[in-house]
């Protein structure tokens, strides 16, 4: 593993890891951690599934970024950082090559899958692989999920219009295709969630496909020996 500064912050950093094998140029997986954007967690979270996707031939970038806390993160500093990761990824494939940058596959955990939604439109990303995503801000407010973790990344009494703007769902659509994992027993992020963001991400001429995992909770998803997970590689195939 290689870690790449993209910025001035210590948390401004990717976590590079190259893929087992050398069969030609690699797809790309650009992985994002949950934890409701807060500095309580990082991007080693994802560690399991970047072992997992390099040793099937993905080169995998597990990305940082400020957060919610001490860290100096909210909106729009996190989303941002993820920008300039991405923009990162895209200049040292044009550098160096061994990318396959007609697959770059964002893989985001619960905020992670949030901030792989919300900057895929503008990036080199392919696709879109949201592993219990957090797609409406008002409603995850308005419930108080994550210990109210909505608060300190929108900033105190946040107007209306900005729960739309940083929330997925009123964004799309987002135009890349998206597989939407997410446990039927998550009670961090309620499965509805995923079912009604699919239904408004079909109905704006998204392409997506949504799975529902049965007796999986919100951590099921990056656990590389569940089910859950195994969904995803069947999806995603070898590098």
Same mark, same amino acid.
């Given at each position: 593993? +290689?870690?790449?500064?993209?910025?001035?912050?210590?948390?401004?950093?990717?976590?590079?890891?190259?893929? $087992?094998? !050398?069969?030609? =140029?690699? =797809?790309?997986?650009?992985?994002?951690?949950?934890?409701?954007?807060?500095?309580?967690?990082?991007?080693?979270?994802?560690?399991?599934?970047?072992?997992?996707? &390099?040793?099937?031939?993905?080169?995998? /970038?597990? +990305?940082?970024?400020? $957060? *919610?806390?001490?860290?100096?993160?909210? /909106?729009?500093?996190?989303?941002?950082?993820?920008?300039?990761?991405?923009?990162?990824?895209?200049?040292?494939?044009?550098?160096?090559?061994?990318?396959?940058?007609?697959? +770059?596959?964002?893989?985001?955990?619960?905020?992670?899958? #949030?901030?792989?939604?919300? *900057?895929?439109?503008?990036?080199?990303?392919?696709?879109?692989?949201?592993?219990?995503?957090?797609?409406?801000?008002?409603?995850?407010?308005?419930?108080? @999920?994550?210990?109210?973790?909505?608060?300190?990344? @929108?900033?105190?009494?946040?107007? =209306?219009?900005?729960? &739309?703007?940083?929330?997925?769902?009123?964004?799309? =659509?987002?135009?890349?295709?998206?597989?939407?994992?997410?446990?039927?027993?998550?009670?961090?992020?309620?499965?509805?969630?995923?079912?009604?963001?699919?239904?408004?991400? $079909?109905?704006?001429?998204?392409?997506? !496909?949504? #799975?529902?995992? &049965?007796?999986?909770?919100?951590?099921?998803?990056?656990?590389?020996?569940?089910?859950? /997970?195994?969904?995803? $590689?069947?999806?995603?195939?070898?590098?």
């Amino acid at each position: 593993m +290689v870690s790449i500064a993209y910025g001035d912050h210590p948390s401004q950093i990717v976590h590079r890891h190259a893929p $087992r094998r !050398d069969d030609g =140029p690699a =797809p790309v997986a650009v992985l994002l951690h949950g934890g409701w954007w807060r500095d309580l967690h990082d991007a080693h979270l994802m560690d399991p599934l970047a072992e997992d996707l &390099a040793e099937a031939g993905w080169a995998v /970038w597990n +990305v940082e970024y400020r $957060r *919610t806390g001490a860290d100096g993160g909210g /909106w729009p500093r996190t989303v941002d950082d993820v920008a300039r990761a991405l923009d990162l990824i895209a200049a040292t494939a044009d550098r160096e090559g061994g990318l396959d940058t007609s697959r +770059v596959v964002a893989i985001g955990h619960s905020a992670g899958g #949030h901030l792989g939604l919300m *900057t895929a439109a503008d990036s080199l990303i392919t696709s879109v692989v949201a592993l219990a995503p957090i797609t409406d801000l008002r409603r995850c407010a308005d419930a108080g @999920l994550g210990e109210d973790a909505v608060a300190p990344f @929108l900033g105190p009494d946040p107007a =209306p219009e900005l729960y &739309a703007e940083a929330s997925p769902l009123h964004r799309l =659509p987002i135009g890349v295709p998206q597989l939407i994992v997410h446990g039927a027993d998550d009670q961090r992020v309620p499965v509805e969630h995923s079912r009604d963001y699919t239904a408004a991400a $079909r109905a704006a001429g998204d392409r997506v !496909d949504h #799975h529902e995992i &049965a007796g999986a909770d919100h951590f099921a998803v990056i656990d590389p020996a569940h089910t859950a /997970w195994r969904t995803v $590689r069947a999806t995603l195939g070898t590098g």
